[in-house]
């Protein structure tokens, strides 16, 4: 059974940080392309960040220098460090997962991300 479990998410004030935590289960973690998606109320759901099974990191516009994307393939777990937060960063966070190949993705539950101006 495939398990992505997302945790740290939480409110915080304009310019604090979190760092959201997905750990993997049922999954050969490191073939997998990983990434975190957000989606805001009324809004779709927008990729944050990417890694590859590489470590080749992407990520979208508004959150380049605030947030770093990380891998730990000992542990299957994936990881967002989220530097100087704002307003319009609040939204549902979810991990994603699609394997090498292209065969198989998976998304996690979501966690909440709220933060306070």
């Known amino acids: ?8 998410g939480g409110l915080v004030q304009s310019g604090g940080s979190l760092r959201l935590s997905c750990a993997t289960s049922g ?16 809004k779709q759901r927008d990729v944050v960040a990417t890694i590859s099974t590489s470590a080749r990191t992407n ?4 959150v380049k220098g605030r947030f770093t ?7 299957n777990t994936l990881y967002l460090q989220m530097s100087n937060l704002k307003a319009e960063d609040t939204a ?6 699609r394997d090498v190949w292209g065969q198989d993705d998976y998304w996690g539950q979501g966690t909440q991300v709220t933060v306070s101006s």
């Open 92 to 97: 549902v966070y979810y991990c994603y997962a």
């Open 69 to 75: 994307i990380s891998r730990d393939n000992t542990k």
């Open 1 to 8: 059974q495939v398990q992505l479990v997302e945790s740290g």
């Open 27 to 42: 999954i050969r973690f490191r073939d997998y392309t990983m990434g975190w998606y957000r989606q805001a109320p009324g």
């Open 59 to 62: 990520y979208r516009d508004s």
